[in-house]
């Protein structure tokens, strides 16, 4: 069982709306969550970081963390064609510990 | 300030021959990492470097070799390429001293194609 949860999708929105990228993970012992995004044929670029239960927002970009759930997302609000790209998940135990990655969702922005 | 750097960007082997892909940070981290990328699979961990000296298998590190050469620089070898091994190889780095430092940077990536 993959221990991080992606739907790969192609998930295919409007520009202009709201794209939400959902992950789960199966180790309740995890304290670091991140978003990174993937244009293709280039290498990951770190979106944002969240440590604690609740929203982090950041411009566009809102990260969410329910810890009780195990289950984080990502919100993109008013979405552009630049935004059209993979969103890996990325779960960790903390500090040098290894980080797992979901195989990443693939977001499809159109104009 | 470069960042994570990878050399080469591209390469192409014969199966059975060797190979080394280079990584080196200038952002003083402590640990460094090397991911392999295929389709459908996502990123998986070949090694990992906690700290200078130290190194450990991660996910697949079945056909592969590394070193920590210095506290900037991580290496990953091939002995003997298989086909199998035909990926997009990336390098990262994290600061690792605790809870906020342990984000990772990425290099730009090697892509080699084993025949």
């Given at each position: ?11 295919s ?31 990951p ?30 919100l ?30 693939k ?5 | ?41 996502g990123?998986?961990?070949i ?20 070193s ?17 091994q ?15 430092t342990d ?13």
């Open positions: 069982q993959k221990e991080v949860e992606q739907n790969s999708g192609p998930l929105v409007p520009e202009g709306a709201i794209a939400s990228l959902n992950c789960t993970y199966s180790d309740r012992g995890s304290q670091s969550f991140f978003w990174y995004r993937q244009y293709s044929g280039k290498s670029e770190l979106i944002m970081s969240i440590y604690s239960n609740g929203d982090k927002e950041d411009g566009r970009f809102t990260a969410q963390l329910n810890k009780a759930s195990q289950y984080v997302s990502l993109i609000r008013d979405s552009q064609p630049s935004d059209s790209a993979t969103y890996l998940c990325a779960v960790a135990a903390g500090g040098y510990q290894k980080v797992t990655f979901g195989i990443g969702t977001l499809q922005v159109i104009p | 300030n470069a960042g994570v750097t990878q050399t080469p960007k591209f390469q192409v082997l014969k199966t059975g021959q060797s190979m080394t892909l280079q990584c080196a940070q200038d952002m003083n981290h402590n640990s460094m990492y090397w991911y392999r990328q295929d389709p459908g699979m990123l998986r961990l090694y990992y470097s906690a700290s200078e000296g130290t190194t450990d298998k991660g996910e697949v590190p079945n056909g592969y070799n590394v920590r050469l210095n506290k900037r620089e991580f290496s990953l070898r091939l002995e003997s390429a298989a086909p199998s035909t990926s997009v190889y990336f390098c990262a780095s994290s600061e690792s001293g605790g809870m906020g984000t990772q940077y990425f290099g730009p990536g090697t892509r080699l194609t084993v025949l």
